[in-house]
């Protein structure tokens, strides 16, 4: 069964570091998620894809977030530099983008977590 | 904005009972909902996905119904095991990017 994958698993980094987190989707899926997940919360969007484009990014800090999905493929979130607070976890979705919304289901990587010291 | 509410946020039980984990939702123009569970550290996996214009869906001892006229929706788990201990979360789909919003989840513990 196809699955979205996710690198590194885990990652441990010094404040004002950079880092960056890799995304490869389901082979076929047009629509691309990154997600910041807190203990105890559930993930927050914090930007979407449709194909090679950004659809979403409206809770994405760019001051010190950038994302790119420049083949409309596999993606990266980059972050610099890291701070304190950004430690949680960076999940991964795609899903197939399809005409009818209400039948289109997000499946998830195994996800990121970051550790800012 | 759209507001996922799960309760209760934590539920403890014993082997084999019946239980129900509810998500409610302020804004009943969605186009799907969908419930997921959540293993410690680790990613989502879907469980069911229910239409807007369907009320129920059902996939094993799971069964998930939707009420968007009262924003509701409920997941059953049928005769629970040791292996249901999880987070179990809800998210709704809408709005002109046609995002998801998540509820904080629900921590099942199934005691043996």
């Known amino acids: 069964e196809a699955e979205v994958a996710q690198s590194p698993r885990y990652k441990i980094t010094e404040k004002s570091q950079a880092v960056a987190f890799w995304c490869d989707p389901i082979?076929?899926?047009?629509?691309l998620y990154w997600y910041r997940q807190i203990l105890g919360q559930g993930p927050e969007l914090l930007v979407q894809?449709?194909?090679?484009?950004?659809?979403?990014d409206s809770q994405l800090p760019k001051d010190r977030f950038s994302a790119e999905r420049l083949k409309g493929v596999d993606s990266t979130l980059k972050i610099q530099p890291a701070e304190l607070g950004d430690s949680a976890m960076y999940l991964c979705?795609?899903?197939?983008?399809?005409?009818?919304?209400?039948?289109?289901?997000?499946?998830f990587g195994p996800g990121t977590r970051l550790t800012v010291l | 904005k759209q507001e996922v509410t799960q309760i209760p946020a934590a539920l403890s039980v014993p082997e084999g009972e019946n239980l129900v984990l509810n998500c409610s939702f302020t804004?009943?123009?969605?186009?799907?909902l969908q419930w997921f569970r959540q293993d410690p550290g680790k990613g989502l996996t879907s469980l069911l996905l229910?239409?807007?214009?369907?009320r129920e869906q059902t996939s094993g001892r799971l069964n998930a119904s939707l009420d968007k006229s009262s924003g509701r929706s409920t997941l059953y788990i049928a005769a629970s095991q040791p292996g249901d201990s999880a987070t179990y979360l809800c998210?709704?789909?809408?709005?002109?990017?046609?995002?998801?919003?998540f509820g904080s989840g629900t921590k099942l513990n199934v005691k043996p």
């Open positions: 229910i239409q807007s214009s369907q």
């Open positions: 082979s076929g899926h047009a629509t």
């Open positions: 979705a795609s899903s197939r983008g399809v005409a009818q919304l209400g039948t289109d289901t997000q499946y």
């Open positions: 894809f449709q194909d090679e484009s950004v659809v979403d």
């Open positions: 998210a709704v789909r809408k709005g002109n990017f046609n995002k998801f919003y």
């Open positions: 804004d009943s123009a969605i186009y799907n």
